[in-house]
């Protein structure tokens, strides 16, 4: 008899999850397409802590990465974000990758995952694993600095006559003198930036700026964006019905002539606006230029350790175009640090008057009960009672 055969002396697999398969490609992009209760399947792609509110949102059951779910090329606190909601994420072999369909179903064990009618291996990724991945990519970042440093200096010296430069004239019907500018990037923790900045918003009723995916954050929070300013690959057909005015950046080459080939194919109206640097420096110089008061900036990259982390080798840019728009340009986080009250005096407050109102309270009731015996007692002397 095949002893192993029987259910009571077979192992059990440690059952994790089971459910239908959202599948992407690319890098974690969240559109309206990621249907809600599904295991996601990444085939690249870090996952950074900006996409990890709107994964929780679409109640995601499980991550599975094909291949490794940090890089260590930047750090990043998403992993381990979702592994504090208990969400897990299981890496299996990139080569893997063809077995996982859109709609299909999966069963996740501890070990492995089995995918219709085949079982691949699969591992857990853990917290310790978030641990080591953290400080490598932390001391992979610091390795960087000293050439980012020296390629950020010798862009500033190359372009600084570029920035100097007024940008070629766009005919927008929206209008920027003398109005707050929010400029909304894809940075670090935009998404919950965006949130907090609502109360700006509905104060002040700036000019709606989106900068690439940024401008998808705002239509995703029920915003309308004014003026979308984005390469062209960046632009998707939410943008395009946005109705807002739609702003290709281009990269001038050395002879100033545009790059007119980066925006071939598109079909919508829209305006070229060449400028050097990325697409949100080019949304601030217009913001600057169009006469914008306040500059509030929203996920927008603006330190150091947001370009070295990232790879990105266009500080220079960045570094010029602050240093001409100067004081009126400010972070969200910044203004929400100097508008917001200090929160423990109220309490402390309130603790002080709510015990105040009792011991008076407490005290009147005393006073009247005195004041009442002391009465009873002149009546009987004077024989009234």
Sequence with gaps: MNWSSLSLFTAKPNLICKGKIAKLAGSIEIDEGLKSARILVLLKGDIEEEHVQELLNRRVKAIVHCGQVMSGMFPTEGPLLLLQHDIPIMEVDAVHADIFLNESEIIIYHDRIQAGCQSISCKSFTREDWLLAQKMANDYASERWDPFIERTLAFAMREKQAVRESLPYLPLRTQFTGRHILVVSDGKGYRKDLQAASGFIAAFKPVLLGVGAGADALLIDGYHPDVIVSDAGQITNRMWKSGAEIIVHTYPDPQGVRDNESSAGLSGPHHLLPCIGNSEDAAL?????????????????????????????????????????????????????????????????????????VFIGLSLFQLHWILKRASHAVWKLVGIE
């Design 285 to 357: 110089l217009l913001a600057y230029e169009k006469g914008g008061e306040w500059l509030v900036t929203v996920g927008v990259r603006s330190y150091m350790s947001d370009f070295v982390t990232k790879g990105l080798a266009n500080m220079g840019s960045a570094l010029l175009v602050r240093m001409k728009i100067g004081a009126r340009l400010v972070d969200i986080k910044s203004l929400q640090a100097l508008t917001q009250q200090p929160t423990g005096w109220r309490r402390e407050a309130l603790s002080t008057i709510g015990l105040s109102c």
